[in-house]
């Protein structure tokens, strides 16, 4: 077999062997020679260096020049080049990749335990020359090992695991799979892919394609038939009862069975005591509704849960929520034109659940300072701005993030806004029949994004009679819709901390026919919801969900984009330090104040050092993971094996690289270990040399 190195630019050191072969050989008498008077009578007698030109000790010298010479080619790492046999270890070894599904539908039944089964008996199968590395993958992916032939290693990977409360989501295994065998250097690569192989977690693959020559091994755990009730979601309703707040909770429950099933007892639990127990039937692939009787709502977050007796998938028998008071905005309507002005107003307010709107009715000309503390937004209907105190406060109000709504109608003057809307307010206009129509409506404002969807309202099927026009605005000042003769009908302005929202027209049926509009009624709730700066605080949240949990309570991003609930973008500003409990009792730092949700149940958020729990967040599984319909595990074999797969299959079962094959031929030990072994001979040779010329001389 011909001999390669690795290294081939070490055997270049082999030239230093001949330095002391040179310096032996070209030793001559100085030619220069120094004069001293003494020995001027003394004849000079020529001496040659005969022992110089020649080496002494033959054998001693090859014995050295042997053993530098061997350290040399050890580090040149030579290998014997040579065809291999295709049955041989070293050509059959095999980088393995052994990826296990640990999304919450593999906890139904004992398709777990068949899933460790199966890894292990994978683990069998990596022989002395394989390594395999264990990925367990849900909604992301993560190596729990490096690659590695220790049988014990791999299985202490295993030890304890259990199925997590995340979705199925093959891309991020077969991806991380992927580029663990892109770096292989064996002959040979395969992936053991153990899943229930979820028809809901299958996208196509994500464009993986594994190297050429890998062989994909589906295990499927599977089972012919499945059961499964799973609470869905939960519906609130909330009203006022006797100045307490009464919330009544409504149900949802599926049945995925090809059976009915009767008697499913339905439970509902509020700070771990069970307020009332109900049941019913649900048909074979059917949901059903269970209402529960309203309850009273103490002071302060509560716990809750409904949930339906244990089967064979737990981890969606149970829905978590948590149960605040105080979720309603408060709302001052100062009235300048009398009943029938306010009344399309108070019955749209009146409607609201979403929250729910509090509002308390006064004439503008009897509001004083007092009458803003506790209020949320502020609207000034058709009435003259105040002065004085009361102008001073609402001033306040808004600059500490209060919302004011000015609708300006034919009574009183604004002139006395100040900041607030610093413009100047014309006559009233008047438009012939058939009046005008909103011409301009900014849809990507948050006050009317939720009209941009189709069929969610047509803001431009209302008719105006007459506005007022509005000139000398400030650059503080947008425009949020105009009129289809470009005059300007709702606008906004931030003061302070507040927002003040100004209306040209008048909410009543004297100016417009807004109000017998299908979308006054939304119109207004977004319109106040906006002004009070409301965001709803979400009772629950799903397994995926980035939370920003230092101010309020909402969706920053989310890693299941198919989940039922979506996300935006909301970070809070300065954020406090946080230490969030997890369900599982790990200790989660959140300096940035946004917390990842990795497990169903409630998380407690604290400050460091405290033990007062400051907020409650309660985490529900993605739904769609508990479809338990499988796929054909071989159409995801087919989406990532490599195109020309046969061929490339074929060549690299013969092929192995030089690395490796020098690996684990390990040559450069075998002439490290001779060099040392001519050194040590050497160094005692050389001594008993030097002792026999010491003894003689």
């Known amino acids: 077999m011909p001999l390669a190195f690795l290294a081939p630019l070490f055997l270049g050191a082999l030239a230093a062997l001949a330095v002391p072969i040179i310096v032996h050989l070209i030793q001559r008498e100085r030619k220069e020679a120094q004069a001293f008077p003494s020995l001027m009578f003394l004849s000079q007698v020529p001496y040659k260096s005969t022992r110089r030109r020649n080496i002494r000790n033959v054998a001693l010298f090859l014995l050295r020049s042997a053993a530098l010479a061997l ?21 059959t070894a095999t980088e393995k990749v052994i990826l296990v599904d640990r999304s919450y539908s593999m906890g139904y039944s004992d398709r777990w335990d068949r899933a460790l089964a199966a890894a292990n008996g994978a683990i069998d199968g990596v022989g002395p020359e394989d390594v395999a590395t264990i990925v367990f993958f849900d909604g992301g992916a993560m190596a729990l090992n490096q690659a590695t032939s220790d049988h014990a290693r791999l299985r202490a990977t295993l030890a304890g695991a259990q199925p997590g409360s995340g979705v199925t ?11 663990i065998l892109d770096t292989s250097d064996k002959p040979r690569r395969q992936v053991i892919v153990i899943s229930d192989f979820q028809r809901a977690g299958w996208d196509g693959g994500d464009g993986v394609r594994m190297p050429a020559g890998t062989e994909v091994t589906p295990v499927a755990i599977t089972d012919e038939q499945t059961a499964n009730i799973a609470v869905a979601g939960v519906t609130l309703r909330r009203e006022d009862v006797a100045g307490r707040e009464r919330v009544t909770a409504i149900a949802r429950l599926i ?40 309850f009273t709502l103490a002071d302060g977050s509560q716990r809750g849960s409904i949930r339906v007796d244990t089967d064979a998938l737990p981890a969606d028998d149970a829905f978590r929520l948590v149960l605040s008071p105080g979720q309603a905005v408060d709302v001052l309507l100062a009235d300048g034109g009398g009943q029938r002005s306010t009344l399309y107003l108070e019955r749209a307010l009146g409607i609201g659940d979403q929250p729910r709107y509090r509002t308390t009715t006064k004439p503008a000309n009897n509001v004083r300072a007092a009458d803003f503390e ?60 058939p009046g005008g129509a909103f011409g301009f409506i900014d849809y990507g404002h948050a006050m009317f994004e939720v009209f941009r969807a189709p069929r969610s309202g047509d803001l431009s099927a209302a008719r105006f009679f007459r506005y007022r026009p509005v000139a000398g605005t400030d650059a503080a000042t947008a425009v949020l819709a105009r009129f289809d003769d470009g005059a300007p009908a709702i606008l906004e302005r931030r003061v302070g901390a507040g927002r003040v929202v100004v209306v040209t027209s008048t909410l009543d049926n004297y100016w417009s026919d807004l109000p017998v509009q299908p979308v006054f009624l939304p119109m207004v709730h977004q319109m106040t919801r906006y002004s009070a700066g409301w965001i709803e605080p979400s009772p629950w949240f799903t397994v995926g969900q980035v939370v920003n949990v230092a101010g309020p309570a909402a969706i920053v991003t989310t890693t299941a984009p198919d989940s039922a609930e979506g996300g935006a973008a909301v970070i809070a500003a300065p954020v406090p330090d946080l230490v969030a409990i997890a369900p599982g009792g790990d200790r989660i730092e959140v300096p940035t104040g946004l917390l990842s949700l990795e497990e169903r149940g409630f998380y407690e958020l604290r400050t460091p050092g405290s033990s007062v729990i400051g907020r409650i967040v309660a985490v529900n599984v993605d739904l769609n993971e508990s479809d338990l319909v499988s796929m054909d595990a071989q159409e995801l074999v087919a989406a990532v094996r490599p195109r020309g797969d046969a061929a490339g299959r074929a060549a690299d ?10 690996r684990r031929q390990a040559v450069w030990w075998y002439l490290l270990i001779v060099a040392f072994v001519f050194l040590a001979v050497e160094t005692v040779w050389a001594n008993r040399i030097s002792r026999r010329r010491t003894a003689a001389g």
Do not use: C, H
Request: proline share 6%.
């Open 71 to 91: 350290i040399v080619l050890a580090f040149a790492r030579p290998w014997f080049e040579g065809e291999l046999d295709a049955s041989s270890p070293l050509a």
């Open 169 to 179: 989501r093959y891309g991020p295994g077969l991806k991380l799979a992927q580029s």
């Open 255 to 294: 049945n995925t069975a090809v059976e009915p099933v009767a008697g499913v007892r339905v439970t509902l639990e509020l700070n771990g005591r069970d307020l009332e127990t109900m049941t019913t039937d649900i048909g074979a692939g059917d949901a059903a509704t269970v209402t529960f009787a309203p």
């Open 374 to 433: 506790g209020q949320d937004v502020v609207i000034w209907n058709d009435a003259a701005f105040p002065g004085g105190a009361t102008g001073a406060a609402l001033g306040e109000f808004v600059r500490a993030g209060g919302g004011l709504i000015l609708v300006l109608g034919p009574r009183g003057s604004w002139e006395s806004a100040g900041e607030l809307f610093p413009a100047t307010v014309g006559r009233v206009v008047d438009r012939d029949d």
């Open 653 to 662: 079962a013969s092929r192995v690289s030089p690395v490796d094959r020098e």
